[in-house]
């Protein structure tokens, strides 16, 4: 079983950054340079020199964990599932965030209740001690910022939306050739998780 870190209690969706990242690594796919550029010009204007080294970090290792098949797609798709790949590759970087998905947000798709109660998400992360052994030393806030964090990221793909304490799925679709990507990449899993099928 992968491991997971507390590390997305200090992360973003940071969807407009991956926007600029994909675009810089159509032009030129050596993330060294990219990231030398990035810091140099303070291209996703952050607010310090310590930000700015954080969300350069973390972007791009979410954009280089796509394939440049994948990477080569984003033009071609609409908002929301630039969205959503973003979504992919957080769920490619982060392991909670994944586990999330295929532990609580699958289900929701697979048999039709598409909300997400408030008890469900205390569960997941109630239970995560349990079964990653690396959580046992998390704090009741670390456990709650993170809570956090995967609702907002949920938020920000614009896969859910808020009523009352409940995260309710919204009836977007995925762009059925970035569905055929995710198949020909062998992700039948991350097929699951955004549709609740696997072919």
Partial sequence: MKRISAGAVKFQFWFTEFVQAMGMANDNDDFTVLRQQILAENTFHASSHARLITTTGVVLRRVGSLTPAMRALFDQIDPVNQRIMNLIAIMNTEQLMYAFMYDVFRPELILGDRQIEAYEMAAFFKKLPLTHKEAAH???ETLRRL???VAQYLRRAQIVKD???TLVVENYL???RLADRLREENHLD???ILTGRTS
């Fill in 174 to 176: 995925l762009d059925e």
């Fill in 163 to 165: 009523y009352k304490d």
């Fill in 190 to 192: 991350y097929l699951a």
């Fill in 147 to 149: 809570q956090s964090t």
């Fill in 138 to 140: 998390w704090t009741e």
